[in-house]
């Protein structure tokens, strides 16, 4: 079964750049999704297609995704992107598959 | 406006069964990919079920056999029937718009299912 590895935790300060990493295999030559999800929240796209924000997703988050590693940048990180953010794609049976998340804090 | 709209989740013995329900607005479930989407207390999001547009059915191996997604058309509404519950059924479902090679773009606000005894 396909596997996305994504790390427990990352850390930023204020203002500044925070990267969460999603790894698997041959992942570039598939389509990547991220969801933030606050507590108590439901989950809530934030880019598709490795690199498109949904309407209303502020430009301080972009994608990339390459090889095996996929990236969720979040330029001039703000105190309301502390969430736990999820990957997401597909295996070759077009069944979802979600990384294990990452829990962003800001501090 | 979309919005998803689940119900149905409650405390149930294990081995016990329940279904559950997601009324649509603002679009036609039958027209377009859905999804259940499940998340134990604490833990990470997981893949549930599917159903396309033509009526295709999928299920994650954790619950293939044991659940069951439909939609009714008239109703506009979606389901899962959930049978032979366990313990690491425990968790809040979500409904979903999407799934196969598209995003889910709308979700519900989830009903929490409690397995135990």
């Known amino acids: 079964s396909y596997e996305l590895t994504q790390p427990p935790s990352v850390s930023v300060s204020p203002g500044q750049t925070a990267s969460i990493t999603c790894s698997g295999d041959?992942?570039?030559?598939?389509?990547l999704c991220w969801y933030q999800q606050k507590p108590g929240q439901s989950p809530v796209v934030v880019i598709y297609?490795?690199?498109k924000r949904p309407s209303g997703i502020p430009e301080r988050f972009s994608g990339s995704n390459s090889g095996n590693t996929a990236t969720l940048t979040i330029s001039g990180t703000q105190a309301m992107d502390e969430a736990d953010y999820y990957c997401?794609?597909?295996?070759?049976?077009?069944?979802?598959?979600f990384g294990g998340g990452t829990q962003l804090t800001v501090l | 406006e979309v919005q998803l709209v689940e119900s149905g989740g409650g405390l149930i013995q294990p081995g016990g069964s329940l279904g559950l329900s997601c009324a649509a607005s603002?679009?036609?479930?039958?027209?377009?990919?859905m999804s259940w989407v499940r998340q134990a207390p604490g833990k990470g999001l997981e893949w549930v079920s599917i159903?396309?547009?033509?009526?295709?059915?999928y299920y994650a191996d954790s619950v293939k056999g044991r659940f069951t997604i439909s939609r009714d058309y008239s109703k506009n509404t979606l389901y899962l029937q959930l049978n032979s519950l366990r313990a690491e059924d425990t968790a809040m479902y979500y409904c979903?718009?999407?799934?196969?090679?598209?995003?889910?773009?709308?979700w519900g606000q989830g009903t929490l299912v409690t397995v135990s005894s």
């Open positions: 041959k992942l570039g030559d598939k389509y």
């Open positions: 997401q794609s597909w295996d070759s049976s077009n069944h979802v598959v």
């Open positions: 297609q490795d690199t």
């Open positions: 603002g679009f036609t479930v039958s027209s377009t990919y």
């Open positions: 159903i396309y547009p033509g009526g295709n059915t």
């Open positions: 979903a718009r999407g799934g196969a090679t598209t995003p889910f773009d709308y």
